[in-house]
Each structure stands twice: as C-alpha cells, then as structure tokens.
C-alpha cells in the first residue's frame, strides 16, 4: 500500500483544496486511510479536525509536524513528482506545488539526517523562480 500511495500523494495532496467536493472528499479520504496506515496519530487527529475548507499550509505543517518516518522518506520522491505541477494550468495547483515543496525543503535543509539530492533541490528552485516570471 504504501509505495501506491507514495506514486499518488502529491495528486491527493495538492487537489485536496479542488473545489469540487468529491475530488476533495476523495482527497480527504485517501489522506485519512493513509494517516491510518502509517499509524500517525499526529496527522489522524489533525485531519478529523479539518472541515470542508481546507487551510493548505496548514495540512502541509501538520504532515511535517508529524515527523513520520514513512512520509519522511517520500520526500524526495514527493519533490520529483512534484515538478511537473509547475507547468499546469491550474494556479491552485501551482500555488500548492510551492507551498509543499518549500515546506519539504525546509525540512529536509534543516536536518542532517534526511537531504534531498542536490540536482532536485536546484530543479524544484529553477521551477519556483520561473514562476515568477508569469
């Protein structure tokens, strides 16, 4: 289960803001099994608390803070899926790829124990500076 969910989570993650509710419950839910799975009791109380707007920032600190070695050690994959989202259409979308990637990079700046290899951090920054550019 948990390498299907690692090549789905950046999709769940980032449409679980959609504004089309049953792409969001399905989000949600996706969320929820996995938190359950990986047996976080961090991540499962944060999202029973969360209503039907979700805060993304906020969902994206409370995985962080939930220093769970499992989602840990998607990050990098999770950054390289990532990518590709900068190129969408979509601004939600685009606005989400930020926020997760510059709060998995953070993280993993941070810490000693878990890096990200360089040539993707300088990836996921070129992207994020293209941005700017729109």
Known sequence: YLDYAQSILVP?????????????????EALNALAKVIDNQHLLAYLRSVSSQIN????IENIIQA?????IEMYATMAGNGISYYKSQNPMLRKNIT????????????SENYKIDEALVNSV???????LSD
């Open 67 to 71: 220093r769970s070695e499992v989602l």
């Open 12 to 28: 769940v993650l980032l449409h679980s803001t959609s504004q089309h509710e049953p792409t969001k419950q399905s989000c949600l």
């Open 125 to 131: 920054i070129s992207c994020m500076v293209e941005l």
């Open 99 to 110: 926020i997760l990637l510059s709060q998995i990079l953070c993280f993993t700046q941070d």
């Open 56 to 59: 993304f920032e906020k969902l």
